[in-house]
């Protein structure tokens, strides 16, 4: 009943940017937080960042600190990572999970491509 679909994603030299972007719909009661996670070929997925939708605090992986910055936008369901001094082990399929205040359930993006060559 809770559809996330994200945008942003592409191919980026590195020392670039890039901005994602996901959105939250259907029978949304209230978010209670969303996050980025992402998978590289042949690793698992891994935790990227998360943002509590009340306050706005934050919180990253240690491999993004001081380069990827997570944000929101509360009135349009919508959360944000922007991603800057992209490296080439930033490649990988960014995935976006939003959590539901109600039932606690969480719900996933359909990834978006995310790809640093030169």
């Known amino acids: 009943q809770v559809q996330l679909v994200e945008s942003g994603g592409g191919l980026v030299q590195p020392g670039g940017s890039l901005r994602l972007s996901c959105a939250a719909s259907?029978?949304?009661?209230?978010?209670?937080?969303m996050a980025w996670y992402r998978q590289a070929p042949g690793k698992e997925r891994e935790f990227v960042a998360n943002i509590y939708w009340s306050g706005g605090s934050s919180y990253y992986a240690d491999s993004v600190k001081g380069r990827f910055t997570i944000s929101r936008d509360n009135a349009k369901n919508t959360v944000y990572l922007q991603m800057n001094s992209l490296r080439p082990d930033d490649t990988a399929v960014y995935y976006c999970?939003?959590?539901?205040?109600?039932?606690?359930?969480?719900?996933w993006g359909q990834g978006t491509q995310v790809t640093v060559s030169s």
């Open positions: 999970k939003g959590i539901i205040t109600t039932t606690r359930a969480a719900y």
């Open positions: 259907g029978n949304i009661f209230s978010i209670y937080a």
